[in-house]
């Protein structure tokens, strides 16, 4: 085994999942100076790690080269020439796997509590209790590897690069960032109701309102604060990594329960979440952000959380959201930013 310990830390999906990695193993960089670290996940989250100093980003190609068991195969043969020396897995499925199989090195793998979100999210006998956040399951993986144990930290601001420099030049209140798009109608608030609050906001004159999403969500990013004269439209305007950089620069930042909420948070900026037919419960909160989700109405919809990623919402729910009014998000800013 190579005299200097090299720890591989796996987790190839989602954008929010890869976000809350962030302060788990910034702390654990910081603590263990000496050993060298690389993430492997997919290419596109590479932005992301790259915020951590000291970590070398590796990217998965589980689609063309690194595809099926021929590929995890070439995948670790690949790791075992980098002197991979110790493996924490903190996605815990086939591929990753399959490639700790393949290393056959010491190895930590993340318990996801399956059957206690099995309880969280079930209609009969349902157990309603707040459950390990998947941070802290994080930090357990990680620690069970012997090395020394940390305590996740906020990553610091990145620095203004000169596109988001440029981008908010006449930006001179308070940043807000809004993202309202999550993967899931059931974990999104209404267009019309979403309408409302960007307007809302606007018009105190206070903040400068960045909308985010995908490039293309620019046109209902568009339609969701027509007539509004602080706001800026991000999606498409900035590359990924340069919206990722922006988003380190907010005052505050309103999403759903999604990926940008987790991005966010991983620079400590103050984050508020909407929550719908899924519930903080099942361990997703933002890095310490957990006192600022605003939940929709259980005593109206008591089957939430009816899923743990929002893609089950049972007939009825399809309007758990509007049990959150405007004024109640209005204020919570106001409060917050």
Same mark, same amino acid.
Not at 321 to 333: D, Q
């Given at each position: 085994?190579?005299?200097?310990?090299?720890?591989?830390?796996?987790?190839?999906?989602?954008?929010?999942?890869?976000?809350?990695?962030?302060?788990?193993?910034?702390?654990?960089?910081?603590?263990?100076?000496?050993?060298?670290?690389?993430?492997?996940?997919?290419?596109?989250?590479?932005?992301?790690?790259?915020?951590?100093?000291?970590?070398?980003?590796?990217?998965?190609?589980?689609?063309?080269?690194?595809?099926?068991?021929?590929?995890?195969?070439?995948?670790?043969?690949?790791?075992?020439?980098?002197?991979?020396?110790?493996?924490?897995?903190?996605?815990?499925?086939?591929?990753?796997?399959?490639?700790?199989?393949?290393?056959?090195?010491?190895?930590?793998?993340?318990?996801?509590?399956?059957?206690?979100?099995?309880?969280?999210?079930?209609?009969?006998?349902?157990?309603?209790?707040?459950?390990?956040?998947?941070?802290?399951?994080?930090?357990?993986?990680?620690?069970?590897?012997?090395?020394?144990?940390?305590?996740?930290?906020?990553?610091?601001?990145?620095?203004?690069?000169?596109?988001?420099?440029?981008?908010?030049?006449?930006?001179? &209140?308070?940043?807000? =960032?809004?993202? +309202? @798009?999550?993967?899931?109608?059931?974990?999104?608030?209404?267009? #019309?109701? $979403?309408?409302?609050?960007?307007?809302?906001?606007?018009?105190?004159?206070?903040?400068?309102?960045?909308?985010?999403?995908?490039?293309?969500?620019?046109?209902?990013?568009?339609?969701?604060?027509?007539?509004?004269?602080?706001? &800026?439209?991000?999606? =498409?305007?900035? +590359? @990924?990594?340069?919206?990722?950089?922006?988003?380190?620069?907010? #005052?505050? $930042?309103?999403?759903?329960?999604?990926?940008?909420?987790?991005?966010?948070?991983?620079?400590?900026?103050?984050?508020?979440?909407?929550?719908?037919?899924?519930?903080?419960?099942?361990?997703?909160?933002?890095?310490?952000?957990?006192?600022?989700?605003?939940?929709?109405?259980?005593?109206?919809?008591?089957?939430?959380?009816?899923?743990?990623?929002?893609?089950?919402?049972?007939?009825?729910?399809?309007?758990?959201?509007?049990?959150?009014?405007?004024?109640?998000?209005?204020?919570?800013?106001?409060?917050?930013?």
């Amino acid at each position: 085994m190579p005299a200097t310990k090299h720890l591989l830390i796996i987790r190839l999906s989602a954008m929010g999942d890869v976000a809350m990695t962030m302060p788990v193993v910034y702390a654990f960089a910081k603590a263990n100076p000496t050993l060298k670290i690389s993430f492997l996940s997919k290419s596109f989250f590479r932005p992301i790690v790259a915020q951590l100093p000291n970590v070398t980003f590796i990217p998965a190609e589980v689609e063309t080269i690194h595809k099926g068991v021929s590929g995890m195969w070439k995948l670790s043969r690949t790791l075992k020439k980098m002197g991979i020396t110790h493996v924490a897995d903190l996605h815990n499925v086939i591929r990753s796997k399959m490639l700790r199989a393949f290393l056959n090195l010491p190895s930590a793998s993340i318990d996801k509590g399956r059957q206690e979100k099995k309880a969280l999210t079930s209609v009969e006998n349902k157990v309603l209790k707040q459950l390990t956040t998947t941070i802290k399951r994080y930090q357990i993986t990680i620690d069970a590897l012997g090395f020394e144990k940390v305590t996740p930290l906020s990553l610091p601001k990145p620095n203004r690069s000169e596109a988001v420099t440029k981008f908010t030049e006449s930006s001179q &209140k308070k940043w807000l =960032g809004i993202a +309202p @798009f999550a993967a899931h109608s059931g974990k999104q608030y209404p267009a #019309d109701l $979403m309408n409302k609050v960007i307007s809302e906001v606007d018009k105190l004159e206070s903040y400068d309102i960045f909308l985010f999403g995908a490039p293309n969500e620019n046109a209902a990013l568009e339609e969701l604060s027509k007539d509004c004269k602080n706001t &800026k439209i991000v999606a =498409g305007s900035l +590359p @990924f990594n340069e919206e990722i950089t922006l988003i380190g620069q907010l #005052d505050g $930042m309103l999403s759903m329960d999604s990926g940008n909420a987790h991005l966010a948070a991983m620079f400590g900026v103050p984050t508020i979440t909407l929550w719908g037919v899924t519930h903080p419960y099942a361990g997703f909160a933002p890095f310490n952000q957990e006192h600022n989700c605003i939940l929709s109405d259980r005593a109206q919809f008591p089957e939430i959380p009816t899923s743990i990623y929002g893609n089950l919402v049972p007939e009825g729910y399809e309007e758990v959201m509007r049990t959150i009014p405007p004024a109640a998000i209005l204020s919570k800013i106001q409060e917050l930013v």
